[in-house]
């Protein structure tokens, strides 16, 4: 065969994409290399249209029986990474590599709930740390319960809890109710971001600030959180 039929006849077989995701996470789905490699082929064949491919025509392909063939899919189908489906027109069976692809979804959905807890938790650890240098000290059980009810019960997120420690810190109030008092605040008016946290910060201290630079230059104020 000359080189230009053998390339012609390369490209009438054609090209099997596989996902990367699929190559780099099947180990997670407690798939091993030959289960992998059977489900290559269903994948192959069902792109070139050849939706039930017979165990032998599988091990044609592959280093095992038929019989071994039959036993891998079996397992596929135990592990629920492939359906055997009945075609409701034509009556005849087809692999079906949906649950394959579903559960790589539900693979990510989980990962990145755990990295949401995990981040969660690295925020509300930064958040504690951050609340004892500001007040140069440990804190005690109540202030770290207090802690714990502006984010589990009132809803606050770390970076909101941040913002208001440092309104307090701006204020030279730097105590537990007027902080308190801050986060009040911001859940009535709907705050729930830093940055609507700086822009309503700002607000209240500019009227105060031209307030008391027409009283005396030496003094900065800031806006009183308590006196709302």
């Not at 055997?84 to 692999?95: F, L, N, V």
């Not at 949401?116 to 925020?123: D, I, L, P």
């Not at 709907?190 to 607000?203: D, L, N, W």
Request: proline residues 3%; charged residues 25%.
């Amino acid at each position: 065969m000359k080189d230009k039929e053998i390339m012609i006849h390369w490209m009438e077989q054609g090209s099997t994409s596989v996902p990367n995701v699929l190559l780099e996470n099947y180990k997670k789905l407690s798939l091993n290399e030959q289960e992998m490699m059977l489900l290559l082929h269903i994948y192959s064949y069902s792109q070139k249209g050849i939706l039930f491919p017979s165990f032998e025509e599988l091990s044609n392909r592959m280093s095992i029986t038929a019989s071994e063939c039959a036993g891998c899919v079996k397992k596929l189908l135990q592990k629920q990474v492939v359906e055997i489906e009945q075609g409701s027109q034509t009556g005849y069976e087809s692999y079906s590599l949906e649950p394959l692809w579903n559960k790589l979804v539900a693979l990510f959905e989980s990962e990145a709930r755990g990295q949401s807890v995990q981040q969660a938790m690295t925020e509300e650890k930064d958040l504690y740390s951050l609340f004892e240098e500001e007040f140069g000290r440990p804190l005690s059980s109540i202030e770290c319960e207090t802690l714990a009810l502006w984010i589990d019960q009132d809803g606050h997120s770390p970076s909101v809890i941040k913002a208001a420690l440092r309104e307090a810190v701006l204020s030279m109030k730097l105590n537990f109710r007027y902080i308190d008092r801050i986060l009040f605040e911001w859940k009535k008016q709907g705050i729930k971001t830093v940055e609507q946290a700086r822009e309503q910060g700002k607000k209240f201290r500019k009227p105060a600030a031209m307030e008391q630079v027409s009283r005396s230059e030496q003094a900065v104020p800031f806006y009183n959180w308590l006196e709302q």
